[in-house]
Structures are given as structure tokens and as C-alpha cells.
T-cell receptor, first 110, second 118 residues
């Protein structure tokens, strides 16, 4: 089955700097990769996703890149702001359910 | 459009008891998945229901069970509670079920039911 690893587990950046979170997956047949953001005490929400027919997708300050050969995808957040502080989860569709990475706790320091 | 609703939001039980959690998906969504969230373990898949049928089950003991009703509402039950069952239980709905490797459907999560077992 699918196995998803995520690094780093915690990340602290200064406000205005960039943050990068990387995930690797094991099932070469997977072709859809979402990222979810979970603010403290709130539900996870989809922030961006990418399908395997593209290598990069951007939405304002966030972007996701995909390397199918190496089986990894990354979340990039530029010009970080305090409201970006949250736990971020990557996921991949394994079997008949999504498999989530263990999460990255991002702290944006003022 | 109302979001995913989970009840109860918080509950405290003692070891050996059982608990039932409820999830009402977004109107029109036919697939409901359940996840257990604990610190350090992330989101662990419990099971998924579609059209009242359990399609897939995660690596959890038989004490964890669920069902889905004809209106797509779902319940999960945990019997003989253990201390380690303390967690946030999240329900997520989507239009269609996850299809291996190619699903592109967004999961809409509820706020979760926080279970504490004493």
C-alpha cells in the first residue's frame, strides 16, 4: 500500500521568509496529491492540490511542485505571514483511501 | 451550504465503556471517511462508507466499527474503550469515493469529536 513520509516535522520561519515542506510517496501509480492545512483547534482544509500531468501549480503565495520520477512533492509558501502558522498535511491516494503524512507544524515568528 | 457536522464535539468516557459518534456529510456527498487524529500520529484512516457499504477499513481492531445510513449520515462506534482511544475523531465527506491512485476529490472535514477516556 501507499506510504507517505513528510519532512520536516516542525518548521519555524521569520515572517516574510519562505517555507518548504516535502513529502515522498511509494505508489508510482498515484497521480493526485493534496495539501491540507489545520489551524489550531480547527478542521483540516484543502489549500492546494496537484495532478500528475503537471509539474507545478501556484495559487498566490502557495505553490506545489511534483517530481514523479523521484516520487516526491513539495509545498512552498512565500512571504509567510502569522496566519500561515498551522499544521500542514500532505496526502496521496492509496488503495481506497487517502494516506496522510504525519504533518508539519509551521510557526511563523513575527 | 452546510458543512460537515459532527456530534458530539466533546465527550469523556471511562475505560470499558462504549461510544457512538455521528457525522452528517455535506448535502449531496455520498462518501464518508473517518480518521483518528492523535499528537505525533497524524491522521490515521479508520474506514470509508459509500452507499451504505464499508469500502475500506484501516488497521484498527474490531472494537472500531461504523455504518452509513440511506441519507449518507454515518456513525462510528468504539466498544470497550481503552485509554489509548483518546483522540480527535474526524469525519470527512466527498462527492465520490476514493479510487485507487486517481481520485481528485476534495475531502471536507468536520470539526471532529474529541474523545477523552479516563
Amino acid at each position: 500500500g501507499e506510504n507517505v513520509e513528510q519532512h520536516p516535522s516542525t518548521l519555524s520561519v521569520q515572517e516574510g521568509d519562505s517555507a518548504v515542506i516535502k513529502c515522498t510517496y511509494s505508489d508510482s501509480a498515484s497521480n493526485y496529491f493534496p495539501w491540507y492545512k489545520q489551524e489550531l483547534g480547527k478542521r483540516p482544509q484543502l489549500i492546494i492540490d496537484i495532478r500528475s500531468n503537471v509539474g507545478e501549480k501556484k495559487d498566490q503565495r502557495i505553490a506545489v511542485t511534483l517530481n514523479k520520477t523521484a516520487k516526491h512533492f513539495s509545498l512552498h509558501i512565500t512571504e509567510t505571514q502569522p496566519e500561515d502558522s498551522a499544521v500542514y498535511f500532505c496526502a496521496a491516494p492509496g488503495g481506497q483511501n487517502f494516506v496522510f503524512g504525519p504533518g508539519t507544524r509551521l510557526s511563523v515568528l513575527p | 451550504k452546510a458543512g460537515v457536522t459532527q456530534t458530539p464535539r466533546y465527550l469523556i468516557k471511562t475505560r470499558g465503556q462504549q461510544v457512538t459518534l455521528s457525522c452528517s456529510p455535506i448535502s449531496g456527498h455520498r462518501s464518508v471517511s473517518w480518521y483518528q487524529q492523535t499528537p505525533g500520529q497524524g491522521l490515521q484512516f479508520l474506514f470509508e462508507y459509500f452507499s451504505e457499504t464499508q469500502r475500506n477499513k484501516g488497521n484498527f481492531p474490531g472494537r472500531f466499527s461504523g455504518r452509513q445510513f440511506s441519507n449518507s449520515r454515518s456513525e462510528m462506534n468504539v466498544s470497550t474503550l481503552e485509554l489509548g482511544d483518546s483522540a480527535l475523531y474526524l469525519c470527512a465527506s466527498s462527492l465520490d469515493p476514493v479510487v485507487r491512485a486517481s481520485n481528485t476529490g476534495e475531502l471536507f472535514f468536520g470539526e471532529g469529536s474529541r474523545l477523552t477516556v479516563l
